[in-house]
């Protein structure tokens, strides 16, 4: 069972279109970690979010922390292809040392 | 620059022939750990190091070995490689615990004939 689950795995959008993807979990994180991965590169921090309903903008980008910190949103405005990458979503299970990884969010912007 | 390197980026080898693939962190984190990617499973944790000498197992540790006997190096062996074991390795490294933000090196192409 996948203890973190991303919506949509897969999404295809025209160059200035607005999007939004999706962290869910059952479980409650003590924080929740955002990545993008390029193809063919590791994994590169965006963003963390500690306190249940924290909002953070990089750029374009918008996280959004769920009230009960179960979940999280990731909102891109007025996508550009250098938008596009593999969203990773990873929460801080209190406790337990380790993160677990969402599959991700395969976000592909249209010139 | 700060980083976390990983060595080879790309190998081919055979069944059964032992191999180490290397990291190296310069940024004097404690954490370090091992990742296999594979389409439609995502990352998962094979390894992980909280300091030196200390080494614990993650969700997919069969067939791997690793050793923490610095700091900034964590290598990953397999002792006896099977196909099964074809994937894309990270190495990542974290200045806090494990839960912390982790900085991921640029990834090892693994194929097993």
């Known amino acids: 069972t996948q203890l973190l689950e991303q919506s949509p795995q897969f999404l295809s959008i025209q160059e200035g279109e607005n999007l939004t993807v999706y962290c869910n979990s059952s479980?409650?994180?003590?924080?929740l970690q955002w990545y993008r991965q390029e193809p063919g590169e590791g994994p590169v921090l965006l963003v963390t979010v500690v306190t249940g309903g924290e909002v953070k903008k990089l750029k374009r980008l918008t996280f959004q922390f769920g009230d009960a910190r179960k979940d999280s949103s990731l909102h891109i405005t007025a996508a550009q292809p250098g938008d596009t990458g593999l969203y990773l979503c990873?929460?801080?299970?209190?406790?337990?040392?380790?993160?677990?990884f969402g599959k991700g969010n395969q976000v592909v912007v249209i010139p | 620059e700060a980083q976390v390197t990983q060595n080879p980026r790309y190998l081919i080898t055979v069944t059964g022939k032992k191999l180490t693939v290397t990291c190296s962190q310069n940024m004097n984190h404690e954490y370090m750990s091992w990742y296999r990617q594979d389409p439609g499973l995502g990352l998962r944790q094979i390894y992980y190091s909280m300091n030196v000498e200390v080494t614990d197992k993650g969700d997919v540790p069969e067939g791997y070995k690793v050793s923490r006997k610095e700091k900034r190096n964590f290598p990953l062996i397999l002792e006896s490689p099977s196909p099964n074991q074809t994937s894309l390795y990270f190495c990542a490294s974290s200045p806090g615990t494990g839960g912390s933000e982790q900085y991921f090196g640029p990834g090892t192409r693994l194929t097993v004939t």
């Open positions: 990873a929460g801080d299970l209190e406790g337990n040392n380790r993160l677990a």
């Open positions: 479980s409650v994180f003590s924080s």
